[in-house]
């Protein structure tokens, strides 16, 4: 199975002794929902992207299609308490990822990449081929976390019509498509 690289801890951090992934809950979404938005805080340091801070979540509705498809999991605390989340579908032979987030106070201790692992592992044990998304391309939270993680960016020639149709979407909805790429990593099964 792929196996994402691991970093330590930014000395002098700290964090969650232990967190673990399970599939979210239904009367879990408006949770997810104000995960989101914190996440979306660290938007705010970018004057271009600020709006993003303030903009629109996942709707609960698309939480609640992912959560019946068995592809939208938290990450919980000890206590059982979502402190993020990642919202996927399953589309042809690959893994989408739609959406990932950190609760702003979590952010840093290794959750985000425990997410992204269980997706893969979920991946794979399903067979399939590849985990995909589209994210920001020069933002060090997007583009260049997941390159560490393993993840390639497609150039244009390499572009499922699905992943173009997905940035030409987000470009409809204000993120301007020069900004954005799509970034795939095979499984290993």
Known sequence: MTQLPLDGIPAGKAGLSSVRIRIAREDEVETLRQIERSAAQSFRLIEALSWLAVGDVQSAER???LLAQGTNWAAVSEDDAPVGFLSAEVVGQDLHIWEISVDHLHQGFGIGRKLIQHALD????HG???VTLTTFRTIPWNCPYYERLGFRTLD??????RLAEV???EAEHGLARDTRCAMRLTVDG
Do not use: G, K, W
């Not at 244009?156 to 019509?161: H, K, Q, R």
């Open 156 to 161: 244009e020639t390499e572009l499922s019509p």
């Open 63 to 65: 939480h609640h299609e």
């Open 122 to 125: 979920h991946a794979a044990t």
């Open 128 to 130: 399939l081929d590849a």
């Open 167 to 169: 940035l030409d979407l």
